[in-house]
């Protein structure tokens, strides 16, 4: 019986805390999506590093890389490693990854001539031993 009378209560004060409009949610800041584009233009870059390769050097790049979604025509950017996944048919010899969606092809030949993408490219080649970029148009 006792058990019955602490249930009821519990039930009376979860709907009477619910018809209240109490939120409970921790996060002060939503987070929001990112904006999808209906039909991008999808960039991306692909690169090996030379052997020898210091962790500063990568650091660096790696953080000149998050700086490219600054350029004002990039719409989505996502930067990483290959990802843990083992099939034949998947490439993940590469080191570090870069995609990025755009608009259009405007927008992305906008990006490759835009100063943080070239300083990009002068600060960091000599440590590439490779780099393949894809580009899928929309």
């Not at 996060?27 to 870059?45: M, V």
């Not at 030379?50 to 790696?62: L, M, N, P, V, W």
Request: proline share 4%; aromatic share 12%; with cysteine.
């Amino acid at each position: 019986m006792k058990n019955l009378f602490k249930l009821s209560l519990l039930l009376i004060l979860a709907i009477s805390i619910s018809s209240c409009g109490i939120n409970f949610d921790t996060d002060e800041k939503k987070i929001e999506e990112p904006k999808q584009l209906t039909s991008p233009f999808i960039h991306t870059a692909y690169f090996w590093f030379k052997e020898g390769t210091s962790e500063a050097q990568i650091k660096a790049f790696k953080a000149n890389c998050e700086r490219l979604a600054e350029i004002e025509t990039v719409k989505f950017f996502h930067a990483g490693a290959p990802a843990p996944t083992n099939r034949p048919v998947i490439e993940n010899t590469y080191d570090w990854a870069v995609v990025f969606h755009f608009k259009n092809l405007k927008d992305q030949e906008f990006y490759q001539k835009a100063p943080l993408h070239l300083e990009l490219i002068e600060k960091h080649q000599s440590i590439w031993e490779k780099v393949m970029v894809t580009d899928i148009s929309n």
